[in-house]
């Protein structure tokens, strides 16, 4: 993952503080900046490949075959 924190990693890691699937996260990044911001596919789906290098994220598959995403926060250096 790159060292710098942009502001959609920073969005959809405000929307990773409840496990939730892909659609979702865009969707409550739009509602966290009251319609502000809209993430796409491509970029939240390529932080999300990032994350996941890093074990940042845990992957959960749920009843309705959607995986949900959760941010483990660990070893946390600001």
């Known amino acids: 993952m790159e060292d710098?924190?942009?502001d959609a990693t920073y969005l959809i890691?405000?929307?990773l503080l409840k496990p939730q699937h892909g659609y979702a996260?865009?969707?409550e990044v739009n509602n966290l900046t009251n319609g502000q911001?809209?993430?796409g596919p491509v970029s939240m789906?390529?932080?999300k490949k990032s994350y996941k290098k890093t074990s940042l994220l845990h992957w959960k598959k749920v009843m309705n075959g959607k995986k949900h995403i959760s941010l483990l926060?660990?070893?946390l250096r600001v």
């Open 13 to 15: 890691m405000l929307a």
């Open 37 to 39: 911001v809209s993430i």
């Open 25 to 27: 996260i865009m969707k």
């Open 4 to 6: 710098t924190l942009t």
């Open 73 to 75: 926060i660990k070893d």
């Open 45 to 47: 789906y390529t932080i």
